[in-house]
């Protein structure tokens, strides 16, 4: 796992992710000198002082997107995506930090993984299900359940087994609270958590903020919406093509 994690960090390198400055071994240990994120994690932050508002989660979980889709882009996969892995550097800075699970693919996106990776609050619902599945589908559904976690500070699927868990996350459901907006709901609802895998893989390549609702809730001017993600998806939902209709 360490060498895993030391080969991630080694080749990646963007402003929202934990910078790996040296590797020191001794005759006993290995020592990692990392980025110091003075801030602190993100879990800490909301299990303090509550939920975030909507304003304020915003430009902190755009953040959390763009490292991911720079990883996706180099075809690397996190596969532990959580608030606890979410750390601050300055006030409104946010890092991705953590890529003991990480794992690079190597005959492509559509290459299948078999690894049980991450925290089961996080897990999708083919962690659970299936031998094998696609990585970024899987960081895809972990980025909702951080979303949701963000602006409630509770998670979508509570248990006191993991048995009960995995039940859960199966099932699908989930009760968004009231005070979350229209926007958010749908960045939730129709971009991640109720979306099979297959429609999660459309998007999981490339980036969610690929309709309307989730430029406005993300921030317009944060990142270019691509033309290729956009026909697939279309210009609102997922639900509006007979091709992503089809997989749903």
Same mark, same amino acid.
């Not at 696609?134 to 699927?157: C, N, R």
């Not at 406005?216 to 509006?240: K, S, Y």
């Given at each position: ?14 402003? !929202? ?25 993100? $879990? ?30 180099? !075809? ?8 606890? &892995?979410? $750390? ?19 005959? /492509?996106?559509?290459?299948?993984? !078999?690894?049980? +990776? /991450? ?29 949701? $976690? ?39 609802? !129709? ?7 297959? +429609?999660?893989?459309?998007?999981? &390549? ?7 609702? +989730?430029?406005?809730?993300? /921030? &317009?001017?944060? $990142? ?10 279309? &210009? ?13």
């Amino acid at each position: 796992m360490l060498a895993r994690e030391i080969a991630t960090m080694e080749a990646i390198h963007h402003p !929202n992710i934990i910078r790996l400055y040296e590797v020191v071994e001794t005759y006993s240990k290995i020592y990692l000198v990392m980025e110091y994120a003075r801030g602190g994690e993100l $879990f800490n932050k909301l299990t303090t002082y509550g939920r975030f508002q909507e304003c304020d989660a915003k430009p902190l979980f755009a953040q959390v997107i763009s490292a991911v889709e720079y990883m996706h882009e180099h !075809n690397f996969i996190h596969r532990d995506i959580k608030a606890e &892995n979410v $750390f601050y550097s300055a006030p409104s800075l946010v890092k991705l930090g953590d890529f003991g699970f990480s794992t690079q693919l190597t005959t /492509g996106r559509e290459q299948q993984l !078999n690894t049980f +990776c /991450g925290s089961p609050p996080y897990a999708a619902p083919e962690l659970f299900r299936d031998e094998s599945y696609l990585g970024a589908p899987v960081d895809v559904w972990a980025l909702g359940v951080l979303l949701f $976690f963000m602006v409630t500070a509770q998670m979508p699927f509570k248990a006191q087994t993991v048995a009960s868990l995995k039940k859960h996350i199966l099932d699908g459901s989930f009760i968004v609270p009231a005070h979350v907006s229209a926007q958010c709901r749908a960045l939730i609802g !129709n971009t991640t958590l109720l979306m099979c895998a297959q +429609c999660r893989a459309l998007i999981g &390549n490339t980036t969610l903020l690929v309709c309307a609702q +989730c430029r406005a809730l993300i /921030g &317009n001017t944060t $990142f270019l919406v691509r033309a290729q993600c956009r026909a697939l998806i279309g &210009n609102t939902t997922l639900l509006v093509r007979a091709q992503c209709r089809a997989l749903i």
